[in-house]
């Protein structure tokens, strides 16, 4: 017990049927995890943990990453459970974004309606998922967010002067009372507004 709640995982070593010792194992966990954590809080985002780890060293971890552990905790799954605890959380009407970077991350990242394989993984995780993260650090999940939802903003922003260029243009050029000088001029503008927003996306440095 006293092991588990460190976030360890205990293996029972026996010789002849008489247990002779005990092994506690546990993944290193990133100095960066907690910091990450936080940031996908501050993006009003809500992160759950799948693990097939027992519930003690679940509990644990997540204590340590700043996670509740009473809704934002799930072990001792299998690689179904774990596609399948997504797939109730899609049903329950969420978008669901999975990380993961082992093999029993596959069924899930297949599974989700994003999924985002660390670069540091297996083969099977990075061909299942939609977006490969290029470091194994946990703080580029956050980054890859925001800088989707800028671009999701720019795109809205661009389709929306376009069409207003055109909205309003079109009724005068039909009607003969805009010069057709003025009419290339403002299709040019359009095109080089459209362009000069969206070059705007190379100058964001987003917090590491």
Do not use: C
């Amino acid at each position: 017990d006293r092991l588990q709640d460190e976030g360890k995982t205990v293996m029972v070593v026996a010789a002849d049927a008489t247990v002779v010792g005990l092994l506690a194992v546990a993944d290193t966990l990133k100095e960066t995890s907690a910091a990450a954590i936080a940031q996908m809080h501050r993006q009003q985002l809500r992160v759950v943990m799948l693990t097939g780890d027992n519930w003690r060293t679940a509990r644990a971890i997540a204590r340590q990453v700043g996670l509740d552990t009473a809704d934002s905790v799930f072990a001792a799954l299998l690689p179904g459970d774990t596609a399948e605890a997504v797939r109730r959380a899609q049903l329950a009407g969420h978008v669901v974004a999975m990380v993961g970077d082992g093999v029993n991350d596959a069924p899930a990242l297949a599974q989700s309606d994003v999924g985002m394989a660390l670069g540091t993984g297996t083969d099977v995780a990075i061909e299942a998922a939609d977006v490969t993260l290029m470091r194994g650090d946990l703080r580029s999940v956050p980054q890859a967010i925001e800088l989707s939802r800028r671009t999701l903003r720019t795109i809205q922003q661009n389709l929306f002067w376009a069409f207003a260029y055109n909205v309003a243009a079109i009724p005068l050029a039909a009607s003969g009372r805009l010069n057709p000088v003025w009419a290339g001029l403002a299709m040019a503008s359009s095109s080089v507004f459209v362009v000069a927003n969206s070059l705007r996306l190379k100058r964001v440095r987003l917090q590491r």
